[in-house]
């Protein structure tokens, strides 16, 4: 089941990817919207110099730390990942104990099929 998105007036189509405990809410808007095509295009010629290939190291030296202060419970996490990408700071989040959730939101939808691709586990 899909989460609730607030529709948009250049969405369109949306589909739901489910990935072991990373879910993946692909809502795409029309690609030639002026506030999407440069990152279209991008990722259409693979130009993605942004893309980092491990995790972020901020979130690797701080990660247990947040999660000792957000959860004083032993309660699972959902955790947000805006703009996602393809980052493989997903899989890392995921692949946590503590973590039960991962919600990654783009407006591309190649980036979200990438990232599917390359994490088929």
């Known amino acids: 089941k899909a ?10 189509k949306k589909a739901y990817y489910h990935h072991k405990s990373i879910i993946t809410i692909k809502e795409t808007m029309d690609e030639s919207n002026p506030l999407l095509k ?22 690797l030296k701080y990660f247990d730390v947040a999660v000792k202060n957000i959860s004083s419970s032993n309660e699972s ?12 700071d997903m899989k890392f989040l995921a692949q946590n ?20 691709a390359e994490n088929p586990e």
């Open 3 to 12: 989460l609730p998105l607030t529709p948009s007036p250049c969405v369109s």
């Open 38 to 59: 440069f990152w279209s295009e991008r990722w259409a010629t693979e130009t993605i110099g942004w893309h980092k290939e491990g995790v972020n190291e901020m979130l």
């Open 97 to 116: 104990d503590s973590v039960d959730k991962v919600y990654g939101v783009d407006g591309i939808l190649k980036s979200l099929e990438v990232f599917s």
């Open 77 to 88: 996490l959902r955790v947000l990942v805006p703009l996602c990408g393809k980052t493989v």
